[in-house]
């Protein structure tokens, strides 16, 4: 069964650093998404892209990150300096339709030292 | 904005029914979903149910909406322990956002 992979499942870095999460969605999916979910809260809208661009961002979205689909397969989540706020669970989705049901991926975990 | 609301535990003897609760804000909503999350594992897509139904059933799962109240719940019948785990209501916006509760831990106990 497809299913949307992603990497690191961890990620450990000093506060300050640049972080890039990998993603690759569903073969044949278009809309693409990054939620994250701090440990013991809720699991939080980011953004949403498609056709090479963002649709929709929330407030959490600043200037510190950035989302890139560099080739046909990877959707990529920078994190431009890492604040100690940033660690939780970064989960990566996809979509087939822009009202589609999501699939997501098994997370990466982020702690910021 | 939209807000999803569920209780934080549920600890259910094996056998039992499960029944995990929810509530929502946006009345718009046209689809209702729930997802489960396993210990390390991503967030799986249970059932879902549109806006204009009341009850949907799959196999153990059975989904209820009362969209006066906007209270939506799922129960698990014949609970057993490969059912433990996260499980997160969550309702779809605009832009299909979606907005998840905080999830109600389920604990089932052989």
């Known amino acids: 069964e497809p299913e949307v992979t992603q990497t690191p499942s961890h990620q450990v870095t000093q506060m300050g650093q640049e972080v890039i999460l990998r993603c690759v969605p569903i073969?044949?999916?278009?809309?693409f998404y990054w939620y994250r979910q701090i440990l013991g809260q809720k699991v939080e809208f980011l953004v949403s892209?498609?056709?090479?661009?963002?649709?929709?961002k929330s407030e959490i979205f600043d200037d510190q990150f950035s989302v890139e689909r560099p080739d046909g397969s990877n959707f990529t989540l920078k994190i431009r300096s890492t604040k100690l706020e940033d660690s939780a669970m970064y989960f990566c989705?996809?979509?087939?339709?822009?009202?589609?049901?999501?699939?997501f991926g098994e997370g990466s975990r982020l702690t910021v030292l | 904005g939209e807000d999803v609301e569920q209780s934080l535990f549920l600890s259910v003897r094996e056998g039992d029914s499960s029944v995990i609760n929810c509530t929502y804000t946006?009345?718009?909503?046209?689809?209702l979903y729930w997802y489960k999350q396993e210990p390390g594992a991503g967030l799986q897509l249970l059932t879902y149910?549109?806006?204009?139904?009341d009850m949907k059933q799959d196999q153990r799962l059975t989904v209820l909406l009362n969209k006066k109240d906007k209270h939506l719940s799922l129960r698990i019948a014949d609970t057993q322990t490969g059912d433990s785990a996260i499980y997160f209501c969550?309702?779809?916006?605009?832009?299909?956002?979606?907005?998840f509760g905080s999830g109600t831990k389920l604990n089932v106990k052989p």
């Open positions: 989705a996809s979509s087939v339709q822009g009202n589609g049901e999501l699939f």
């Open positions: 073969s044949n999916h278009l809309y």
């Open positions: 892209f498609y056709n090479n661009e963002i649709s929709e």
């Open positions: 946006d009345s718009s909503s046209t689809y």
């Open positions: 149910i549109f806006s204009n139904m």
């Open positions: 969550a309702e779809r916006g605009n832009f299909n956002k979606f907005y």
